[in-house]
């Protein structure tokens, strides 16, 4: 009966401790041991190349507060380059992007990170050249990792979150706007209307005196006519290959080429320059 009452004594005195220490799991992340689960809400962030430089993008996080709260968050930045030829990846320094306060009333609370190309770029280097303010001399595909730290009530710091923010420097579409062609009665307007996601609408071209329209896509500067019509519903189709397309030149204008008109065998692989207005 002795030994039976002993053991009995070693289980409660386990299932104790164990009831106490799992009391404390408010981690703040996989390695913490105490203070707010700090969320970060968004993972990727396209950074449009060519777009104007006052453009703000935007990171989501939250906090959900635990007995030790989050106090404050710093938030980090770190350029990354791939040579295109050699496949080898080089990276800047590390450098704070912005560090803030969280309040610390509610249980749960958001905040959103705001910055600009300038605040991407400031104070980092590559091989040991600052970031240009021109974002022309980046390639597509380049990134920036945004790292978390947060620092808490009981004056801890360092607790670095698991998740980041990648903020890739993607393609450009500005196309949109007032076109002029020199028709042989003299220029003739034309508009580009922006559809979005690089699609746009041409709602005039006047080579036969007739109203028509045409759509295209723009991939990094690769245009590609992906729908026309002709007066009365004469389709335009490519006698090219690829399909019918068209490039945006270095003054602005942008030449169209390769298109036939269905039922008027003449007009075979014809291009044009629209031009600014």
């Known amino acids: 009966m002795k030994k039976v009452l002993n053991l009995s004594f070693v289980f409660l005195f386990v299932l104790g401790f164990v009831s106490c220490t799992d009391d404390d799991n408010d981690t703040l992340t996989g390695s913490g041991t105490t203070g707010g689960l700090l ?6 962030v396209a950074y449009i190349q060519g777009a104007p430089a006052a453009d703000v993008y935007t990171a989501d996080l939250s906090v959900f507060q635990g007995r030790d709260m989050v106090e404050s968050v710093d938030v980090y930045k770190q350029f990354f380059h791939t040579d295109a030829m050699t496949g080898v990846v080089s990276s800047s320094e590390s450098a ?3 560090s803030f306060s969280f309040p610390v009333v509610d249980q749960h609370e958001s905040y959103q990170v705001g910055f600009t190309y300038a605040d991407l770029i400031a ?4 091989n040991g050249t600052a970031l ?10 380049d990134y920036w990792i945004l790292t978390y730290v947060a620092n808490l009530t009981d004056g801890t710091t360092a607790h670095t979150n698991a998740k980041t923010t990648k ?27 922006a559809l979005g996601g690089g699609s746009y609408y041409v709602d005039y071209f006047p080579t036969f005196s007739s109203v028509y329209w045409w759509e295209f896509s723009d991939v990094c500067g690769d245009l590609t006519i992906t729908d026309w019509q002709y007066q009365s519903g004469n389709a335009i189709s490519g006698t090219s290959s690829p399909m019918p397309h068209g490039v945006v030149n270095s003054d602005g204008s942008i030449t169209f080429t ?3 008109v269905a039922g008027v065998s003449w007009y075979v692989d014809r291009s044009w320059t629209i031009y600014p207005n």
């Open 39 to 44: 969320s970060v809400e968004t993972s990727a």
């Open 132 to 141: 240009s303010s021109d974002d022309s001399t980046l390639s597509i595909g």
């Open 258 to 260: 390769g298109v036939n």
């Open 96 to 98: 704070m992007l912005t």
């Open 123 to 126: 104070g980092l280097s590559l």
């Open 167 to 193: 903020v890739t420097v993607s393609c450009g579409s500005f196309l949109a706007g007032n076109y002029v062609i020199n028709y042989t009665s003299g220029p003739q307007p034309i508009v580009i209307t």
